[in-house]
């Protein structure tokens, strides 16, 4: 990246900063702080970090003044934050946060508007899981679109502050159904059968789901639930289709679970809890209905992030320096409609001069651009971000 180029991206940046509500998380006296600044190294990351702040009117004049690329504070909680190592900061808690990103997540898209829309609807399912089956209080839940390619959740509960590594990594377990077996929510229940010929009426064991009123259980029969009425309500050769879709589930499964879904009665049975007439369908039936359910990481790679408790998180209201899109605190109501390739974008139509060095697609503020090589005047925000993606130098 040319001087030019990140001297007006900073300029830029400072001019946001100046007149932004800069937002500072609760305690920020007791944080550890890091930038990454528009210096000789960037784009490459260099971190400084070991700053504190004791007044919000230093933390905010510092932002401003230096106008970072990046801007992050801890999760924890320290007598000494600026201290240089873990050991004199003195850890006193931590809240409790997940970094949900296109790179952590088992995802298929096809656009950044696509992938976006994907890591929020995990998101979604995620805020499920902590105000369902946890127990948190919307107030103890802050949602903010990272600026880039997902969507940080902050956790602030006096209950999980002062949970150690491990008992964070079983939350990450608990989300990704990590050792769930469905086995445990599947029991025989003894039920009187039809008379024989002697009139006698047979105690028989019948297959029951145990599903209680929250928990995975819960999450399950609601998964199972949806996935028979979706394929009730389709034709027949196309419910076959997506039977067949699960893995394991033969032809003569497939039909088998067709017919019990097109049969009302039987319909009814299953939705109570009555799984005789699916008893010997495989593990990876079952397999396919936890996977609606959970969260599907990639090997975990957000489970450092959840198990840190020294870990640094990006500032909300910061703008992100390989996006320029603000990282954006959100209500939880506010998070289905929210918009990031438009509510996130903070500068203007201005027309700017920029040299493109790659062909790029890009979908931003409602429109799409295919731009091609070569030197073009576009609107601010627009160059500003492929400035900051590297794919555009500033001026002719």
Known sequence: MKVETKEFIQYRFREYYQSASIQLPPQFEKREWGFIFFDDAFPDVVMRRHKSFMARGEAVDYVRNKAPAHAFHSAAYYVNPEAPTMQEKKWQGADLIFDLDADHLKLKWTTYGDMLQKVKEETIKLIGFLTDDFGFEDNDIEVVFSGGRGYHIHVRDSRIIGLGSSERREVVDYITATGLEVENFLYPKEVTGDADETGRRKTVKSLRFRSGGSGWGLRLHKALKEFLDNISSMDENKALEEIKKVEGISERMAEMLLKVVKDKSSMKRLKE???????KFPNSFWEDIIKRQKIELKGHPDEPVTADTKRLIRLPTSLHGGSSFQAMPLTLNALDDFNPLSDAVVFGDELTVVNVTKASDVEIKD????IVKGIHKLP?????????RGVAEYGP
């Open 380 to 388: 601010e925000h627009l160059a500003v971000f492929l400035m900051c």
């Open 367 to 370: 429109k799409r651009y295919n």
């Open 273 to 279: 809890g009555n799984f005789d007439q699916i008893r």
